[in-house]
Nanobody, 117 residues
Framework: QVQLVESGGGLVQAGGSLRLSCGASGRTFSMYSMGWFRQAFGKEREFVAEINSYGGVTSYADSVKGRFTISRDKAKNTLFLQMNRLEPADTAVYYC??????????WGQGTQVTVSS
């Protein structure tokens, strides 16, 4: 099991930017695909972005494509989510997660992002 800790959330005006970080414990960080999810109040958790273990392949939800960028720093065991041109609809708790095979098996505690209009 890996421990994941998110940081970087906060309050920002629409059109602004935030960069989320997710620190991972252990030496297996680089072996797995990693992703970001979010859950708005009263809604189900939804996929935001994923990056493969090598960092060369990424995928995004249509709602964030062109605005968000996922990346990873293997030397620092850290996952990032750069969020630009934020919209009120992006308001949610953001979680990082590790994928083993088809399962997202480890989750962080989440960090709140609030975008004001």
């Amino acid at each position: 099991q890996v421990q994941l800790v998110e940081s970087g959330g906060g309050l920002v005006q629409a059109g602004g930017s935030l960069r989320l970080s997710c620190g991972a414990s252990g030496r297996t960080f680089s072996m797995y695909s990693m992703g970001w999810f979010r859950q708005a109040f009263g809604k189900e958790r939804e996929f935001v972005a994923e990056i493969n273990s090598y960092g060369g392949v990424t995928s995004y939800a249509d709602s964030v494509k062109g605005r968000f960028t996922i990346s990873r720093d293997k030397a620092k065991n850290t996952l990032f989510l750069q969020m630009n041109r934020l919209e009120p609809a992006d308001t949610a708790v953001y979680y990082c997660a590790r994928r083993r095979g088809t399962l997202w098996d480890s989750w962080g505690q989440g960090t709140q992002v609030t975008v004001s209009s």
